[in-house]
């Protein structure tokens, strides 16, 4: 009997981790990578079908640039968490307590929790322009909001923070090196004693593409893009560094550090690169733009943490789903999506659940159907499971064969 119950164990063992690392189970573990879903374009599907899109590429993390109220009820629901945002241009009512709880009442109560609302980024990089007005709005609008979800219940499942830029460093290199610019230092002391006395992460844009564009004679393109390189050695720490966004983030990590908050986590709000720029965006290149994504692809999937925090995997959100024809600015400011508002892939970084991934085939034009890609996914899962159940029954008749 004992003999029995140990073979019955080991066949038991064999369908848990078969399933782990089967098509099935293997994504299920990946819980820290996100998209950034923009709204900038005449010509962008419904949420309705970027939702199926999301499940067929099987993310389940989104963030989006207002509280838009299709997406929100669009969304409900699903398996997607959602970081929605405050515009930059309401922060001066939602000073204001009674503004604040009526704005959370409005945009937040009536969708949550059918619809996973897991964070509010109060503005979006405040501190790029300077602009001292408005820099002065952010810590009340935080701290009023905040109080709005306490005052309904929903502070325990909402995270308030604010994503910066990390323009707002004096210095990031060496990333032990990393600080905050003086000018800054009053509000960003507010800012940090709010996300620790609310254990809410300090999120950060991070972009090596603007670094190496800025002066691509002495960064290294494959440290920017995670490829195989000698990396550098922080002086101070001895910690190797083989990519520019890990030692952007422990950048910023060291700043908040300097500023008394060792404990607070450093997330990744935005990361990318563009497809296409113009003639002076030195490296927006379809080519760059698929080796990045996909190089941090795989580093999501191994769940890693950066040098600094090796045992903390580093929280991720992409930019973007969608190119977005109404942005402003430069060429690559339209050209940062991982799609054509059409569903045609930009590029291929082994995302889609439709096909398989190719390291060789960066320029792909595979289309996902919106109307049938998350019932083709569901299908695949379903396949996979029936697949790894009859190498249960198999193994297990064989076992029992030679038991008896």
Not at 56 to 83: C, G, M
Not at 256 to 284: C, L, Q, Y
Not at 385 to 392: E, G
């Amino acid at each position: 009997m004992e003999n029995f119950n140990s073979r019955i164990s080991i066949i038991h063992t064999f369908l848990v981790c078969s399933l782990y690392f089967s098509d099935f189970g293997f994504l299920q573990g990946v819980t820290s990578f996100g998209i950034n879903y923009g709204q900038l374009g005449n010509n962008l599907p419904p949420p309705e079908e970027v939702l199926e899109l999301l499940s067929s590429l099987r993310l389940t993390k989104a963030r989006i640039y207002d509280t838009n109220p299709q997406i929100l009820s669009a969304f409900a629901n699903s398996n997607v968490e959602l970081i929605v945002t405050v515009e930059n241009e309401v922060l001066a009512q939602l000073m204001n307590p009674q503004q604040a709880l009526q704005w959370v009442t409005t945009h937040i109560k009536p969708y949550f929790p059918a619809t996973k609302i897991t964070g509010i980024a109060v503005g979006n990089e405040i501190f790029t322009d300077n602009d001292k007005t408005l820099m002065s709005y952010l810590v009340p609008a935080m701290v009023s909001i905040h109080g709005a979800l306490v005052q309904l219940g929903l502070d325990s499942h909402i995270q308030v923070s604010t994503p910066t830029s990390l323009a707002i460093l004096a210095q990031s290199y060496p990333p032990s090196a990393g600080s905050f610019k003086n000018e800054y230092y009053g509000t960003m002391s507010q800012v940090l004693q709010f996300l620790s006395s609310t254990k809410s992460p300090f999120w950060v844009n991070a972009y090596p593409y603007f670094a190496y564009n800025g002066d691509p004679t002495r960064i290294s393109l494959d440290y920017a893009l995670f490829n195989p390189n000698a990396g550098m050695i922080d002086p101070y720490t001895k910690l190797h560094y083989d990519n520019m966004l890990y030692a952007q983030v422990d950048a910023a990590i060291f700043a908040v550090a300097r500023m008394g908050f060792n404990g607070i986590e450093v997330r990744v709000s935005e990361t990318g690169w563009p497809s296409k720029g113009d003639a002076t965006e030195v490296g927006a290149t379809l080519e760059n733009a698929a080796v990045y994504n996909r190089n941090l692809l795989r580093r999501q999937l191994k769940n890693e943490g950066t040098p600094l925090r090796p045992n903390m995997r580093l929280e991720v959100y992409v930019f973007a789903l969608f190119n977005e024809d109404l942005k402003p600015g430069p060429t690559s400011e339209r050209n940062y999506g991982l799609y054509q508002p059409d569903g045609t892939m930009c590029y291929n970084v082994g995302l889609s659940a439709l096909s398989t991934p190719s390291t060789t085939s960066s320029t792909s034009t595979a289309t996902v159907s919106f109307t049938s890609s998350s019932t083709k996914a569901a299908t695949m899962e379903y396949q996979s499971l029936v697949y790894w159940m009859f190498v249960y029954l198999l193994t297990f008749q064989v076992f029992m064969r030679r038991l008896f």
